[in-house]
């Protein structure tokens, strides 16, 4: 029985080394690096993609932490403190893409909730990141006790490389929206 159950578990691990399983978790893109393409849907219905979105401008992806049990008050100051700064974002011709992560159930009205009440320019897009797809591929998700994903930004320019990236591993520590401004691309 013994050589039965080791047998067993040598045709088993090599089938999860097979299919990838003891493959390194990602990591986040850094500068000089070709941001991984990613499709979201916005709170608006429509669907966001960052290869579409940098075929006419640069783009800033900004992730947040979502709804860890109650909505983030540095989120809440980070999102608008680049809402103040929409106009200048758009003399840039950037756009600007907020990930709002989370489990799937009430995400969408999580998301929302967020924003309720809040005007936004036409070049801000909030998508939210159901069960965390996009956190985990971009090696963002924070696997602790009432965390989502670790507060990080980027900026993509127009052939999809990231020319600043921020990660914060703790809720404090993110980009200021000035050294995003001053980060962005001169097309």
């Known amino acids: 029985m013994r050589m039965m159950t080791g047998w067993i578990w040598a045709v088993l691990s090599a089938g999860l080394v097979a299919s990838g399983c003891d493959a390194a978790p990602p990591k986040p893109p850094k500068v000089g690096e070709k941001a991984a393409d990613f499709e979201l849907s916005a709170i608006d219905g429509d669907t966001v993609q960052l290869s579409k979105l940098t075929k006419t401008a640069p783009v800033v992806v900004v992730v947040m932490r979502g709804f860890p049990g ?95 990236a921020k990660v914060s591993t703790t809720h404090g520590g993110r980009a200021g929206v000035q050294e995003v401004l001053k980060a962005l691309p001169k097309e």
Request: charged share 20%.
């Open 70 to 164: 109650y909505q983030c008050p540095i989120c809440s100051q980070q999102f608008g403190q680049f809402v103040n700064k929409a106009e200048e974002f758009g003399k840039a011709g950037v756009q600007v893409v907020f990930v709002y992560p989370g489990p799937s159930a009430e995400l969408m009205e999580r998301a929302k909730a967020f924003v309720k009440g809040q005007d936004y320019p036409d070049h801000f897009n909030l998508v939210i990141d159901p069960d965390y797809a996009f956190t985990q591929s971009y090696g963002l998700r924070w696997n602790a006790r009432n965390e989502t994903a670790y507060p990080s930004t980027f900026v993509v320019d127009r052939s999809g490389k990231v020319v600043y």
